[in-house]
């Protein structure tokens, strides 16, 4: 159990509500599928940064597999417990972008690859149901999150093994699992703020010393993958830093300094020549550069878009749209874009609406979990800014992980000042 004992007191009642309070939703004891459906998820969870490391043919990924086995057994612990949780606003307007997707089949230009996306939209708003569902107390969403961080963690080390293997002299860009390295770095540095936010709040223990280990990890493979955007995401991610370093105790900051100090030393020490070659030509591709021609995919884009401005061209139609200009269907290489130009202005007003909406929810938040989402959704967005996530399992995992954590911590201040109108003030300030 986390225990508020020595810490800051703006830190005191998010770490109080998560130890303290339940949800009715919540497994009861004696609710084994309930049990079994959130172990499943949180190895659907482990599994999304690792989806492609086993591929059966006529099968699919086994973050396909694991996320089936996930849905059936959380729709079976519906029905065992009878209880089905009210959908949020965020929820409501998931579905309504989905919704809206599935129509754009009826005018899709390629109507074969629509469908595709449509199905991926539907399995992934399944996802964030899942999540809604089955971690409705403040203490079940770290669970998800440690899910996350140790398939990250295993992501990292295969790729830091896979560089010490390779006797290649050829500039390489590493990332295991058969994974796209611009994919395996966003993952990994999506994975920093939940690292220390957990290291925030699980002070004095083993774990956060694993949580400050997993930095490491993260920085020397997003190096080895050589991915510009990953490491300007991870300079984001790494803002969580200042936001809560004065709640930090005296400790929690020696031994940050020390992680953050090992980090980058191992990254300067060990990373190939290669690697910093290619990362330190940032500068050069935005200013006088095309960004590995994303700027004449974008502009492209643009021209699609001035002909479709309302309707779009359909869900998973971006590359079909610009190759008669281009040559070649490439995909958009910003989420904004895709969405924009596939969906329309009314998909595009509706994804921009749910963005609003959990940016103004996590700002009413504790000021912890405030900056830890925060944080999140702008490391999400410099992130996907040069890739196409819109109908990414990271991007809707965050976005389930988020809505559900509003919901979570919202429901359990009330229950908990409920029960508690004057509480002690060791516990809350």
């Not at 139609?317 to 874009?337: C, I, K």
Request: aromatic share 10%; with cysteine.
């Amino acid at each position: 159990m986390i225990t508020a004992g020595g810490l800051r007191p703006e830190m005191r009642r998010s770490v109080v509500i998560r130890a303290r309070t339940t949800r009715p939703f919540a497994p009861k004891q004696g609710h084994l599928l309930a049990s079994l459906a959130f172990a499943f998820l949180c190895l659907f969870v482990f599994a999304i940064p690792l989806e492609n490391a086993i591929v059966l043919p006529g099968v699919g990924t086994m973050g396909r597999m694991v996320g089936l086995a996930a849905f059936g057994m959380g729709i079976l612990a519906v029905l065992d417990t009878g209880k089905l949780r009210s959908l949020s606003l965020a929820h409501l307007l998931m579905a309504a972008f989905v919704v809206w997707t599935s129509l754009t089949y009826f005018w899709s230009g390629a109507p074969e690859r629509t469908l595709e996306e449509i199905l991926t939209y539907l399995q992934l708003l399944a996802m964030v149901w899942l999540i809604w569902q089955l971690a409705p107390q403040p203490r079940q969403l770290p669970r998800l999150m440690q899910a996350y961080l140790l398939g990250t963690a295993v992501s990292g080390i295969g790729t830091i093994l896979q560089n010490m293997s390779s006797s290649s002299a050829v500039v390489q860009r590493y990332a295991a699992f058969n994974i796209n390295p611009n994919d395996a770095g966003l993952r990994l540095a999506l994975s920093v703020p939940l690292a220390l936010y957990l290291a925030a709040v699980e002070r004095g223990s083993l774990r956060a010393w694993l949580y400050r280990l997993h930095l490491v990890v993260a920085v020397w493979a997003i190096s080895l993958t050589a991915s510009r955007g990953a490491l300007i995401a991870l300079l984001a991610g790494l803002l969580m830093i200042p936001l809560s370093f004065r709640r930090w105790t005296f400790r929690q900051k020696v031994a940050m300094a020390v992680v953050m100090g090992i980090a980058a030393f191992t990254a300067v020490a060990v990373v190939p020549d290669s690697s910093w070659l290619r990362l330190g030509r940032i500068g050069a591709e935005i200013s006088q550069g095309t960004m590995n021609k994303r700027t004449v995919i974008w502009q492209a884009g643009v021209d699609v878009f001035l002909e479709h401005p309302f309707e779009g061209v359909g869900a998973g139609v971006f590359g079909p749209s610009v190759q008669r200009e281009l040559g070649v269907a490439w995909v958009a290489h910003n989420t904004f874009l895709s969405v924009l130009v596939e969906q329309g202005v009314v998909g595009f007003s509706i994804f921009l609406l749910l963005l609003l909406t959990m940016v103004f929810a996590a700002l009413r938040m504790p000021p912890l979990e405030r900056s830890l989402w925060i944080v999140m959704l702008l490391t999400w967005a410099v992130g996907v800014s040069a890739m196409t996530w819109e109908y990414s399992k990271p991007t809707w995992f965050l976005f389930g992980l988020l809505t559900s954590d509003i919901s979570a911590l919202s429901a359990a201040s009330e229950r908990y000042f409920f029960r508690h109108p004057f509480p002690p003030r060791v516990m809350i300030q």
